[in-house]
């Protein structure tokens, strides 16, 4: 058999194999801490909060899906202000999970909002170092959430 003949049957093999499915993609999960309203009443697409129900209108606006492409990981501190230091420690310990590297990365990409380049200059370390420390401390915090 030749080439030409090799290459035609892995052709028609191929297409009379069924498509495989596509792999799922992943849910962003965004974090949500506020003292004014209970857990429950954060969650879902439809927050009572004016200010979550704000934000995921702008999420919409931008072209994101609600439970398709992210959900929303919300805790409340029900009214009571005594309760919101829990609640961001509940974060610290989540960041506290992480390397010192990957922590840096994560707070000045997602709680500073500063872009890519700024932050490897900033690291001294280059793009592709820094996606990679956000990639892997953004997989500990998923597995950490998940537990």
């Given at each position: 058999m030749n080439r030409r003949d090799f290459i035609g049957?892995?052709?028609?093999l191929s297409a009379s194999q069924p498509?495989?499915?596509q792999p799922?993609?992943?849910i962003a999960r965004i974090g949500i801490i506020t003292s004014g309203f209970t857990t429950a009443e954060l969650k879902?697409?439809?927050?009572?909060?004016?200010?979550?129900?704000?934000?995921?209108?702008?999420?919409?606006?931008l072209g994101y899906e609600y439970g398709k492409e992210f959900?929303?990981?919300?805790?409340?501190g029900e009214g009571r202000t005594e309760v919101y230091p829990l609640l961001a420690a509940e974060l610290v310990r989540l960041l506290d999970r992480v390397s010192d590297d990957q922590r840096e990365v994560l707070v000045l990409r997602f709680v500073l909002d500063?872009?890519?380049?700024?932050?490897?200059?900033?690291?001294?370390?280059s793009e592709t170092a820094v996606t990679a420390l956000q990639f892997r401390g953004l997989q500990r915090l998923r597995r950490e959430v998940e537990r």
């Open positions: 049957c892995l052709a028609a498509a495989g499915a799922a993609r992943k879902g697409p439809d927050p009572k909060s004016a200010n979550v129900a704000a934000f995921l209108r702008g999420m919409r606006e959900v929303t990981e919300p805790r409340g500063m872009p890519l380049a700024r932050v490897a200059g900033i690291c001294g370390k």
